[in-house]
Each structure stands twice: as C-alpha cells, then as structure tokens.
C-alpha cells in the first residue's frame, strides 16, 4: 500500500462481523509475537528514525502514501490521461484524505514510501504532522511494521488507510475504530477485491494476515479473510468502498459525488479538468 490500495477480490457492499469464536490463548499467543516484533522494530526506530512528537493517544491513524513523483505514482490512470495529470490527481487525492482526517476525531501518522523522501513529502504535506518511513521488503511488511510502531507509541487501537480512497468519510472511520469494542479486528473491502482498511487492537494484533498474501492480485481480501477464519478472529467487515486506479474509477469518483460534501474538494475539481478534454502527453 504504498499509496495504493490493496487488490483483490470482494462483493460486500454492507456491514457484517464474522464470528470465529477466538480464544483467550490465541491473544496470549499474538501477544508475545507482537512483543517480539516491537523489541526488535524499536531498536531500528531509535537509530534511524527522527519521531516528531509522541502520539499516545488511545485510537490512532496510519496513513499510507508515496512521495508525489512523476511516473511514479496512479500509472494506470497515466496511461489514460497522462503522468502529469495523474500526479496531480494523486496529489489531490492525499490532501483530500488528510482534510478529512484533520476533521475528525482521530491523530494520524503518515507513513511515507520510498524511505529516503521524508523531506519531499514534509514539503509537500507540511511539518505539522506526524511522519514515519514505511519499513519493509513487500506491503505486507509495511503494514505489519507500522502497526508494530503505533503500538508501540501507545496507541491502543489502530486503523490503516491508503490513498486511493479520497471521499471516504470520517464516518467509516469512526465506524472502525467503534467495532473494534467487540470485535478483534476490521476490515474495508474495496470495490477491486482489496481492501481499502484494516484495523486491529493491541491485544488482537495478528501480522500473520500480512504473510504470505499475493499482494496486488485478484485474492488479496479473501486470501486475509481465510487467515483470519483458519486463526479464529472475530472480524467486522464494513461496508464496500470504492477505491481509485483507472479512468472509470476516477469517472465513478466525479459521478457518485455530484451532490454530496465532496464536490467542493480539489479531487472534484480536477476530475472537472480531465473530463471536460484536458489530458497531457
């Protein structure tokens, strides 16, 4: 998710949990390989990393993306309206979910890609927030990884997002964290198969999810919801979203929110610019 979301395949499009009927010795179990992991990440935060401000809040939120790059960054959409309007689109795409987080009731720690562009992004998106590199030789990795350092910090509760979700609401947020008080974990499934969020408690944290997953293929959200049945997680699953990578998800993006909040957001108005003719070559 480096930036982008999760692929795979879902047909959710309401909320449920799934029941698994989890054991007090399973969380024992996760417990102590969460402690293990957090010994060993910690060490390699406290030399490479520089931490802004401690964030010790109860519920927090990571916030995946890469640094805005030319070719770099929504190539499908590249090739349909061109790299230069397709960063812009994934420029306004960050700033957007970032409004939003702000707006909520939630800190967020942005995670960023590729590991050296700290001063890039915090050009980019201000040195207000809070900023780690993400840390890992595949998204799995990643993820598993900024899980482990949020737990760390103090956060008891936390919820992943990527980028390509510009219109999610804090209410689908919120939503998640909520769930959390019965359930072990949540999960979004996106509109491609993947997911678009995925949350855990301290105490539930299960990284086996981010194994052994063929990230960025069709099985991606049921391959993890298999783990999560073999482990005996109690999962709340939320209500589809949409996520963005082609011209007809960015067309379903500018449609669906006509007549809703979103339409005053830089996405909308870039959408506007691309479908009234302007592509670069």
Not at 62 to 73: D, H, Q, Y
Not at 179 to 188: E, F, H, P, T
Not at 221 to 229: G, P
């Amino acid at each position: 998710m480096d930036g982008q979301p999760l692929k795979g395949n879902s047909s959710f499009s309401t909320e449920n949990t799934v029941f698994f009927n989890k054991t007090e010795g399973r969380v024992h179990d996760n417990m102590e390989i969460w402690d293990r992991r957090t010994r060993t990440l910690q060490g390699e935060l406290r030399k490479n990393m520089k931490a802004r401000r401690s964030m010790p809040e109860a519920s927090s939120v990571i916030l995946f993306v890469r640094a805005p790059e030319r070719g770099k960054v929504k190539s499908r959409l590249a090739a349909a309206i061109g790299e230069r309007m397709a960063l812009e689109i994934y420029k306004g795409f960050v700033l957007d979910i970032m409004e939003t987080l702000k707006r909520g009731h939630y800190p967020f720690r942005i995670f960023f890609s590729p590991r050296n562009a700290e001063d890039r992004v915090t050009n980019w998106l201000g040195r207000d927030c809070m900023y780690s590199p993400q840390r890992g030789s595949d998204i799995g990795k990643k993820m598993e990884n900024a899980f482990v350092q949020s737990f760390s910090e103090g956060s008891e509760r936390v919820v992943l997002i990527g980028s390509d979700i510009p219109d999610l609401p804090n209410s689908i947020i919120h939503r998640a964290f909520s769930s959390l008080d019965k359930s072990d974990a949540v999960l979004g499934p996106a509109s491609d198969g993947g997911y678009y969020l995925i949350g855990f408690k301290k105490t539930s944290f299960f990284p086996d999810v981010f194994h052994g997953i063929p990230w960025s293929t069709p099985s991606v959200y049921r391959e993890t919801t298999e783990v999560f049945r073999r482990s005996n997680y109690r999962v709340h699953i939320l209500r589809q979203w949409n996520d963005v990578d082609t011209l007809d998800d960015l067309r379903a993006l500018f449609s669906r929110n006509k007549d809703t909040d979103f339409r005053a957001s830089r996405s909308m108005s870039l959408c506007k610019k691309i479908f009234h003719g302007i592509r670069d070559e």
